[in-house]
């Protein structure tokens, strides 16, 4: 298994640009979620998802979309990149029925100037 | 907001020495787990415990869990240089979904060898 996948690992971004940040899981989880990392700080969640077309919003979800058609992908959508979502984004998955520990990605590392 | 704080900030020890940090947080919860992450990696889970035990051990891992003081310790016995990390602790609320974690700011710990 691949395990949790995010692409890119790398993007830099114009302010008001858009961009969607991939995310796929080959473990079947029921769950995932996407967070953000800033310097010095704990993670913060976004979006999540308890399942293919069920989202929900996290604590930091201003700025962001998501949409879960199928169980193994969740992409995260930034409408219009400002220099405040410059941070690294990781992406987790869950296989839920009672069992809630988290699978995370290797995340992306997001620049917007 | 951030559930959890971590306890040092930063924690240098020698190889062989053991290493505790400490988690407090605010709000009840169903369950709380502790993540480490290597330097520009995503995290990976070590250990849940939930809000009715006390203590639970995983190989050289050692969590605490005391509800009426709001806090956790981790305890790595016989640190070693590969546990080089920044250790996070993540609370799930009460009444909340068991898949909604929030993360302290982490402890960076360093092991030299």
């Known amino acids: 298994n691949a395990g949790v996948t995010q692409t890119p690992k790398f993007q830099v971004l114009k302010t008001g640009q858009s961009m969607t940040l991939q995310c796929a899981q080959d473990m079947n989880h029921e769950y995932m979620s996407w967070y953000r990392q800033d310097p010095g700080m704990g993670l913060r969640l976004i979006h999540y998802?308890?399942?293919?077309?069920?989202?929900d919003q996290g604590e930091v979800p201003n700025g962001y979309n998501v949409s879960r058609s199928t169980t193994e992908d969740f992409p995260l959508r930034l409408l219009s990149a400002a220099p405040s979502q410059t941070s690294v984004y990781f992406c987790a998955s869950g296989r839920g029925q009672g069992s809630y520990e988290q699978y995370f990605g290797p995340g992306t590392r997001l620049t917007v100037t | 907001s951030q559930q959890g704080e971590e306890d040092p900030q930063a924690l240098s020890i020698q190889e062989g020495e053991n290493a505790t940090m400490n988690c407090s947080y605010k709000t009840s919860i169903n369950n709380l787990q502790w993540y480490r992450q290597n330097s520009g990696r995503g995290l990976v889970h070590l250990i849940l415990i939930r809000s009715n035990e006390r203590e639970k051990h995983s190989g050289r891992l050692r969590v605490t869990l005391d509800t009426s003081k709001k806090s956790s310790s981790l305890l790595i016995t016989a640190s070693r240089a590969a546990d080089t990390a920044s250790y996070f602790c993540?609370?799930?609320?009460?009444?909340?979904?068991?898949?909604?974690?929030?993360f302290g700011k982490g402890t960076l710990l360093t092991v030299n060898p």
């Open positions: 993540a609370t799930a609320n009460s009444g909340g979904s068991n898949y909604k974690l929030t």
């Open positions: 998802s308890v399942g293919a077309g069920i989202t």
